[in-house]
T-cell receptor
Framework: QKEVEQDPGPLSVPEGAIVSLNCTYSNSAFQYFMWYRQYSRKGPELLMYTYSSGNKEDGRFTAQVDKSSKYISLFIRDSQPSDSATYLC???????????FGAGTQVVVTP | DVKVTQSSRYLVKRTGEKVFLECVQD?????MFWYRQDPGLGLRLIYF???????EKGDIPEGYSVSREKKERFSLILESASTNQTSMYLC????????FGPGTRLTVT
């Protein structure tokens, strides 16, 4: 069983809708949680990171961490066609940077 | 602006060739990582380095080696390329905030 599970999608939503993405994990020692966006044939781009539990907001993006349920989420409000990409979650137990990644969810926002 | 560059975007090599993939960063960061990314498998860590001359095996180091002679440069070496090493290779820099290079799509024929 993988340490980090993420539904591969594709997740198709109409423009303007809220995109809801999530990852589950098995290692209760994970403390740092990241979300990346990856466009086709490009490297992943860091969107947000969260330390421990709680919510974090940055513009149209909100990241949530529920450590009791071992579950993290990313919400994208007012989605745009330019949000069409693969979204990767990643997490680690310490700040050294050795992350475990989810396989990524493909998101398609249709005009 | 953070910059992580990789030596090639696309590379085609023959089975048995020695392949060098280079990553250069301008972040002056100690931590550098090499991943490969395959459909359905996500990113898998090959090797990482927390300092010059230092290297540690990741989850899938077999068939690879690395070199870090200078802080800004981390090289991934495929000693004898095989077809199952056809993949997207990504260099990454940082600790809890990590930044990726654009990737090298390697095809081994």
């Amino acid at each position: 069983q993988k340490e980090v599970e993420q539904d591969p999608g594709p997740l198709s939503v109409p423009e303007g809708a809220i995109v809801s993405l999530n990852c589950t994990y098995s290692n209760s020692a994970f403390q740092y949680f990241m979300w990346y966006r990856q466009y086709s044939r490009k490297g992943p781009e860091l969107l947000m990171y969260t330390y421990s539990s709680g919510n974090k907001e940055d513009g149209r993006f909100t990241a949530q961490v529920d450590k009791s349920s071992k579950y993290i989420s990313l919400f994208i409000r007012d989605s745009q066609p330019s949000d069409s990409a693969t979204y990767l979650c990643a997490m680690t137990t310490d700040s050294w940077g050795k992350f475990q990644f989810g396989a990524g969810t493909q998101v398609v926002v249709t005009p | 602006d953070v910059k992580v560059t990789q030596s090639s975007r696309y590379l085609v090599k023959r089975t048995g060739e020695k392949v060098f993939l280079e990553c250069v960063q301008d972040m002056d960061h100690e931590n550098m990582f090499w991943y490969r990314q395959d459909p359905g498998l996500g990113l898998r860590l090959i090797y990482f380095s927390y300092d010059v001359k230092m290297k540690e095996k990741g989850d899938i180091p077999e068939g690879y080696s690395v070199s870090r002679e200078k802080k800004e440069r981390f090289s991934l070496i495929l000693e004898s390329a095989s077809t199952n090493q056809t993949s997207m290779y990504l260099c990454c820099v940082g600790s809890y905030e990590q930044y990726f290079g654009p990737g090298t799509r390697l095809t081994v024929t």
